[in-house]
């Protein structure tokens, strides 16, 4: 936490000094604000600009793995594809499995942290308690969705290689040899 710590003025400076001296630190500020704002704005036209690259990307990946679990479907599937499925799905619910796991412990910690907390005895350790579990939860949200996501892009580029690879010639991308990271982790 910053404290500020507020000592008596020199006697020789007197309350212009001290206003200008205040003026000029606020107009620094502002200053770098100003310097920064054209960095900060492109940079927030070229995330608004991603998101839809992102989901076009997403949404084709989609579409290529339907045509080709529809043609796995169509060329019938034997007893090891369905194996072979079933072990994707319980690598599937073992990842989810941890992942609730960890969001739980997280909540026990915050939970165990909230009641540790002691009386503040002034409205800025009150408001710095209160602040600083709230962010706690921020945490935990962002940490829980990103890591659902990332297993659900796991999941998605996973499955499409092993469809690719059952499929061979067949597949909508043959020839992909791109490897990928495995959902269940030997």
Do not use: C
């Not at 072990?87 to 739980?104: C, D, G, K, N, P």
Request: glycine share 4%.
């Amino acid at each position: 936490m910053n404290e500020m710590t507020i000592l008596p003025a020199p006697a020789e400076q007197t309350a212009a000094s001290r206003a200008t001296a205040v003026a000029t630190a606020a107009v620094n500020a502002a200053e770098a604000v100003q310097k920064t704002a054209p960095a900060a704005r492109a940079a927030a036209v070229q995330d608004t600009l991603k998101m839809p690259v992102l989901f076009g990307g997403w949404a084709a990946r989609s579409a290529t793995s339907s045509i080709d679990t529809a043609r796995l479907l169509a060329f019938g599937m034997d007893l090891h594809t369905w194996g072979e499925l079933f072990q994707m799905q319980q690598a599937v619910v073992e990842r989810l499995t941890l992942q609730q796991q960890t969001w739980m412990q997280g909540w026990a910690a915050w939970n165990r942290e909230r009641a540790e907390i002691r009386g503040a005895n002034t409205v800025t350790k009150l408001v710095e308690q209160e602040f600083n579990l709230v962010a706690q939860i921020g945490q935990l949200l962002i940490d829980q969705t990103t890591n659902l996501i990332a297993l659900q892009e796991n999941i998605e580029v996973s499955y499409a290689y092993w469809l690719n690879q059952k499929l061979g010639a067949l597949s909508s991308t043959p020839g992909v040899q791109t490897p990928v990271a495995a959902v269940a982790r030997t």
